[in-house]
């Protein structure tokens, strides 16, 4: 593709992560532009478009509307989840590409509406699993390809935060809400040791078990605390546990039948690598690189050379249907096929 080609997105929903990670990284790459901020905040979205030189400021109704449809090519969602059909549903009646942030939607059902809306208007669909461009990693997943640890045993996994100091104090927060977010640690948080495990042994989900606790008063409709078991069609166990009440920190691990690798942290920024075999260890430190730019800039890399991007619409809903056996199991106690 012609190098100076570019992309333009409407970002839709100017919050925490939109605002601190993707405007910095889009503003540092040379494949992407800003060139419409989409918002309920009509004040943030002109200050961002002054400061950011893109095109149009939009309020939701505008662009449900189709206002400034020329000032971009693709649509990024980062909105709360409940609320991603809607703006892709738009995007995809605009005829314009869509980069959906994790989770795809509340349910697995509003998940493959998603999907459907994207595949019948004919444009391209992508989640957004950053893990998939974190150079730590893409390591694990060649190490674990090329048989360093041999046959592959058993994963575990953890993700946790303390969302009143890491999100935000607000007791109302819509991760607080299950209409607005779905469930609160495993829809999260716990789909980053899922989804990384999927994707680290190529395999997906054939059952899963698990169970909820939320002693915490904010957490009175959803889950606050989340373990869960999950049993992959290549017979590999994954045991991963996630909390958003909870100190931060993550790790995740391969273990098989000759060595072991880990990463720590696992999902927040630079990670450690540790390798053993028998009795033999190392351990190196990956750099990390902007895992939006990277994700981004490879987006519109697939949508300049009209290819499909992934990890796409179908990848997705594996993890939407998981997600939702893990929360049938934590009501009924019973393992759940995927
Ligand atoms: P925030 O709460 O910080 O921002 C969400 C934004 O959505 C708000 O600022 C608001 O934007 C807009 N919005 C639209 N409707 C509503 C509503 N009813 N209630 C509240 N906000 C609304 O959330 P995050 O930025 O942390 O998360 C947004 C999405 O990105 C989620 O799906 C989340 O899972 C995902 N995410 C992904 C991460 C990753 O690493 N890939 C990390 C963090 C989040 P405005 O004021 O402009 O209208």
Redesign the pocket.
């Known amino acids: 593709t012609d190098s100076d080609e570019r992309v333009r997105f409407a970002l839709v ?6 605002t601190e ?1 993707v405007v910095p990284a889009l503003r540092d790459s040379d494949r992407c532009e800003i060139g419409a901020l ?4 009509a004040e ?2 002109v200050r961002l478009r002054d400061e950011t030189g893109a095109a149009r400021a939009l309020s ?1 109704e505008e662009f449900h509307a189709g206002e400034g449809v020329d000032a971009y090519d693709a649509v990024y ?5 409940a ?2 059909l809607e703006f892709a549903e738009t995007a995809a009646d605009l005829g314009k590409a869509v980069l959906c ?3 795809m939607e509340v349910s697995a059902a509003r998940a493959e509406r998603l999907v459907e809306v994207c595949d019948e208007a004919g444009v391209q669909l992508m989640v ?3 893990m998939h461009v974190n150079p730590a990693v893409r390591r694990m997943r060649d190490l674990v390809r090329e048989g360093f640890v041999g046959d592959p045993v058993l994963v575990e996994g953890s993700m946790c935060q303390n969302v009143f100091e890491q ?2 104090p607000d007791p109302n ?3 607080l809400d299950a209409d ?1 977010a779905g469930g609160s640690a495993l829809i ?1 948080l716990g789909i980053y040791p899922l989804n990384t495990a999927r994707f680290v042994l190529d395999s997906d989900p054939v059952s899963a078990q698990g169970t909820t606790r939320s002693p915490h008063e904010h957490f009175a409709g959803v889950d606050q605390h989340v373990s869960f078991e999950v049993a992959f069609d290549n017979g590999v166990t994954a045991a991963c546990v996630a909390s958003q009440y909870a100190q931060k920190g993550s790790e995740f691990s391969v273990t098989g039948t000759e060595g072991k690798l880990t990463l720590s942290p696992a999902f927040f920024g630079e990670a450690q690598l540790t390798v053993e075999r028998g009795d033999a260890a190392a351990a190196f430190s990956v750099a990390p690189v902007n ?1 939006e730019r990277e994700e981004f800039d490879y987006f519109a890399d697939r949508l300049l050379a009209d290819r499909d991007p992934g990890p796409d619409g179908a990848h997705g809903l594996v993890d939407m249907r998981t997600i939702e056996a893990i929360y049938e199991s934590a009501e009924t106690g019973e393992r759940v096929a995927v």
């Open positions: 929903g100017l919050g925490w992560f939109t990670m989409v918002s309920g905040s943030k979205a939701y969602i980062a909105t709360p989840n609320t991603h942030e994790k989770p957004g699993y950053r999100i935000t927060q819509w991760r607005l999260d895992e």
